[in-house]
């Protein structure tokens, strides 16, 4: 079983950066898809960013395009993401998820988020 853990959150300026990283342990992350996710307060969970299991593809929402890099290290079994130029529209808890090739209809597994939040 899998188990995902997310760090590096904060507080940060408008224009500010942060790197987020997400710990698994429990399983062989070179296996998974790995993907980030944000949820802002009253609103649904979004995805930001993909990452296939040996980081040759990447995949960005437009409202990250551009801003932010997904990268993995196998050997660490960690997920990254770098975000650059930071707005407050990006305040949310960030999520990340891992799934197995096969499993096409949803994420399998979950961490608990971590907060990011973003001041004028």
């Known amino acids: 079983q899998v188990q995902l853990v997310e760090s590096g959150g904060g507080l940060v300026q408008a224009g500010g950066s942060l790197r987020l990283s997400c710990a698994a342990s429990g399983g062989d992350l070179s296996m998974y898809r790995m993907a980030w996710f944000r949820q802002a307060p009253g609103k649904e969970r979004l995805l930001v960013a993909i990452?296939?299991?040996?980081?040759?593809?990447?995949y960005y929402t437009d409202f990250m395009k551009g801003r932010s890099t997904i990268s993995r290290d196998n050997a660490k079994s960690t997920l990254y993401l770098q975000m650059n130029s930071l707005k407050p529209d990006d305040t949310a808890v960030y999520f990340c998820?891992?799934?197995?090739?096969?499993?096409?209809?949803?994420?399998?597994?979950w961490g608990p988020g971590t907060q990011v939040t973003v001041s004028s």
């Open positions: 998820a891992a799934r197995r090739p096969q499993v096409v209809d949803r994420y399998e597994h």
């Open positions: 990452i296939n299991q040996n980081g040759s593809y990447t």
